[in-house]
Each structure stands twice: as structure tokens, then as C-alpha cells.
């Protein structure tokens, strides 16, 4: 099948295949690229983002959640830098390419349930996270994570701690910066819909236990507080009733409420407390932290992730039959009275958020959001910098036809203020079909970058990034 074919198996052509999406087909390796600006002398180590890259022609409609997993990197040394992208090699990828063609579908149409490890293809394609000495690339529907080995990007193989995970772990696992334990979480359309669990700082599982859920949910991402995680039952599932006749559909239920569950860093799925809040669905969250009585949550709530109408009158970023209007909003918790109060801190639209991750966990500022732009397809127009305590905000626009994505905060050697380093961030111009790696300074993002790193190929928009230094690069364990 040709991806012409496939585009033709949508309704129209498909806006996630075309243009900034357009996935690429080679993997190369590219030396002292061209900087215009000077790279500050403290960055050292890998930036790394991962991305959806269909590496065949999708086997009918194709949703931008299906793609192959890409990592696209850029390693500094001495000021210089280098350009790798490499595709995260798991077994259905393997396996399609010994085919030479794609040989599973995507979340739009019918799952296969024979398929070994799930209906869907466990592709890597989310989120990246290092820790114990292992760089992950991780899986928005949960499985196995896959081990990269930096700088060179290549894929070591699936990794599942060594067989002690009860069943997967999802994207967006949390390293608590004081303890160097590793959070995460894990659901599934079967029972039980939900594991949570707790790796120490050498990587070794300490922790898993089932959370009782009122049955399969779309969980994306979790926070932690020095001595809870918060685990979400949000109003936005696969339809039930289709399930059972083996179909998937996603629906939201405002006649839900939205929930958040409050457990114990270490605690059994038993000892979970449930918070009610108006219906929700949250894709990423900022940070939470403890504050008197209650939790602080910050996150990019939405209202309505399902719009009623296919009509899109106000060029909402869409993914087929998801809307992305995420606004940033603070709930707090109070663990005396179970009440929830929450608010919403701005009326600009804003996703994939980063903090400064030496303060997850703890009482924080600042966010770096990018800024979704007025457009049939997410895209990211600019970065917005919010104080999240009042409000406030600081943007880098990129210009017109220049789409970022998710910018990774990179701490100044040395810092101690919370908002001193860098925003690191690929951005693609629409006018010739380039890209750059942009460093801005955090603390003055309006003024623009430091450093463009021009890269020699399109770098397509993606979903999550990773600093990681090379002071963690060399402390890698490939065993
Ligand atoms: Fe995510």
C-alpha cells in the first residue's frame, strides 16, 4: 500500500501525513552543524525528542498516535554539535520491515486482539525518560519500554526491568528529584485497569499494585508530591459496550465527574482516596505539591477533549475525533475536608508543559508551554513562559510558518534560581521546509534564541523531549 492509498482510506487527505507531519525515511548522522548565535559554554549531553514516523504506508486510517517511534537527537560537546535520527527498533517494527510493508493498524480501526502483547503496535513513540542509568523510550497505551543507548540513539532491545513489571508502564513515569525513585503507572482495557509502581534510585521494581478503577480509562500522565502520586479517573474512556463486541471507541461522559486519586507514594491500591472535580480530561500535568492541608495540582485541563460537531469553526488543533483546547488551571485538594476547589489561569491554549524537573514535586513557578496555534492540526506557534503562582507570562513568538513543540528546560550549571537556564526546542519553518534546534535563555524567553542549530533534514512535530547531560550520559548501564 502506498501512503497515497492510505491517504485516500481517510475522508480527507491527512493533515498528521502532510506538511510539518510528513514523516522522514532516512536515518542519518550529521557533524558540526551550522550554528548561527553560540551555543552556551555550560550545555553539554543529548537533547532527544521523540516522534510519531510511520515507516510504511499505514494499513488504513491513520491516526497520529499510530506512528512509528523516531528519536531525533542532538548531542553537544564543546560547543560543537551533532544530528542523529534513528528510528526506536521494536519487534513490530522489526517485524514489518522483514515484511517489508505495515502489517498492524492504528486506534481507528478495528483491534486485532490476536496480535501478541496487544491489539496495538507497541511503538515506542511518547515520551523518553532516563533514569538508573537507562535511557527509555516509552508508549502512550503501555508495554515495554525500549532502552536507547546515547549518544548514538540505537535501540538496545525492550526493556521491562528485568521482568519484574506486572504488566507494562505507560509514558510520563516521574523521577522524584530528592529520592531518585522512579513513579509509574500502567493501564490497560482488561482488568485490572490500572497498575501503579515505584522503582528505587538503582532501578530495582519496589513497589506495584492494582487501582481499582470503574473500568477502562485513557489516563495520560500522573504527578507526584513528596508523599503521594496523583492517579486520574477522568470521564474519557473506550466506549464499554463496544469493547465487548471487540470495537474501540472513545467517549467523554460530562455526566461524570472528573477524579483525582491521592495515594501514597508507597501506599496499596486500597489506601487511594478519590477527589471529585467538575469533568476533565488532562493530557499533561505541570507539577503538585503539598501545601498546609491541601495538594496543588497544575496541569493543561480540558473542557470538551470530543467536539459534538466535525465543523471546526475556530481552527481548533483537532486529531480526528480529539480537540485539543488545554488551558492552564491549578486545582487544590484538601485532604481534611475531600473538597476540591480549581481554577483556570489563563484563556490561551497551551500543552506539552516542562518545569524544572530538580523541583518536581516540590513548590514550583514556572512553566514553559508551547502555545497551540489556530490551526486545523496541532501546532505550536510559539513558547509561553507562565509564573503558574499568579498567572503572569513571558512568550517567545516563533514567526509566521514556524512550528515548535515541546521545549525541555536545561538548568545553568550551577543554578539555584528556579528559572535559570535554558529552553531547548526543535522548530520547524514552513517556508522551505527546515528545522532548527533553538536554545533560549528561560529567563528571557520574548528576546528570542541564543543558538539556531540548523539540522539537515525536516525534523517533523512531535511529541516529547529529553535533556539528558553528560554527566548522566556517562553514568549508562547497557546490561
Ligand atoms: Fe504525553
Redesign the pocket.
Known sequence: MTTDRAATADAEPNGYLTGPFSPVHREITAENLVVEGEIPADVAGSFVRNSPNPKFAPQGRYHWFDGDGMLHGVHIAGGKATYRNRFVRTAGLMEETEAGHALHTGILERPDYRKPGGPFKNTGN??LHFHAGKFLALW?LCGDAHQVRLPDLETLGAFNFGGALARGIS??PKTDPRTGELIFFDYAMQPPFMYYGVADACGEIVHQTPIEMPGPRLQ??IAITEHYTLLFDMPMYWDPELLRQGKTKVVFNRDLPGRIGVIPRRGNGDTIRWFEAAPFYM??TINAYEEGDEIVLVGCRIDNPIPESRENPLRRARLTFLELHPLLHRWRINLVTGTVKEESLDDVASE?PRTNDRLLGAAQRYSYNPRIAREPQLLFDGLIKYDTTTGASWTCDYGPRRWGGEAVFVPRAGATEEDAGYCMNFVYNGDDDSSELWILDAQDLPSGPLAKIGIPQRVPIG??TCWVGQDEIDTQIFA
Do not use: S
Open positions: 511518547t515520551d502512550w509514558a510520563h495520560h500522565d493530557y499533561h506539552f511529541y516529547h
